[in-house]
């Protein structure tokens, strides 16, 4: 079965008071990153996976994108993106990100955030995105860094104070689930190194353009103490490959 925590009643008011949900883009620290890998979007025809409350859809559109889907697993989060969005030329699907079928050739962008974490075959998830660009299209998205997702225990080292020692990383090469908590519930995520993110994309025919990893804004280091321990592991990892255009 597919996860869908975002259904959940619980787990779905904890996820609306966070930040990113609160503020919207400006609220993700690793957005001043992701958008710098986001390619030209004036005319173009845009898939967002994973569109959760649609601030990915709309900045695309504010971008002069043609066209819009968001794609999501959950009816919340298309119920919450709809309410935010007044824009024909946005439109949203209850669709799992496995289950996609669209046509060939059919977008210029597609950009998905922090959702292959929850998907089990991500090499799957490359063909189909593969084929639904249209030729020199751009595939951008980011993920929970492996270095974030290699332990079911996703937190610090910390001693006797409650100070943070340091982010360990155990288990790196054994890829697979990860029963977790996010938000005090229980989620499964899948971890893959960053040579299985890789490999996936040049098997699949993409052309790596960008490989980047999170840390905070100045902006954010400045206004939010805390952030400065983003400083010390990478909390997402983005990427950036384009289709052959031929």
Excluded at 31 to 53: Q, S, T, Y
Excluded at 137 to 143: A, C, K, L, P, Q
Excluded at 177 to 204: A, C, G, M, P, Q
Aim: proline residues 4%; aromatic residues 10%.
């Amino acid at each position: 079965m597919k996860q869908n925590k975002y259904d959940d009643p619980k787990f779905f008011s904890a996820y609306e008071q966070m930040p990113r949900s609160v503020n919207g883009l400006k609220g993700a620290g690793e957005w001043h990153i992701l958008k710098e890998l986001i390619p030209e979007l004036k005319g173009k025809i845009v898939l967002d996976l994973g569109c959760g409350f649609g601030w990915h859809c709309r900045y695309a559109r504010e971008q002069q994108a043609s066209s819009v889907i968001g794609v999501d697993i959950s009816e919340n989060m298309l119920q919450k993106a709809r309410e935010m969005t007044n824009d024909p030329l946005i439109s949203y699907l209850k669709i799992p990100i496995e289950d996609i079928n669209f046509s060939n050739s059919e977008f210029d962008v597609v950009i998905s955030s922090l959702a292959f974490h929850y998907i089990k075959s991500f090499k799957l998830t490359c063909k189909k995105v593969y084929d639904c660009l249209k030729p020199g299209g751009r595939f951008v998205f980011s993920v929970e860094h492996p270095i974030f997702t290699s332990r079911n225990v996703q937190d610090w080292i910390y001693d006797e104070k409650g100070n943070r020692l340091h982010w360990p990383v155990d288990n790196y090469q054994i890829e697979g689930i990860r029963e977790t908590i996010f938000l005090d519930e229980n989620v499964t995520k899948y971890h893959r190194t960053i040579s299985t993110y890789i490999n996936n994309l040049i098997d699949t025919g993409f052309m790596i353009k960008a490989v980047k990893e999170s840390v905070p804004s100045n902006e954010m280091l400045k206004s939010i103490p805390e952030m400065k321990d983003e400083t010390r592991r990478p909390m997402f990892l983005m990427v950036s490959v384009e289709k052959e255009n031929s």
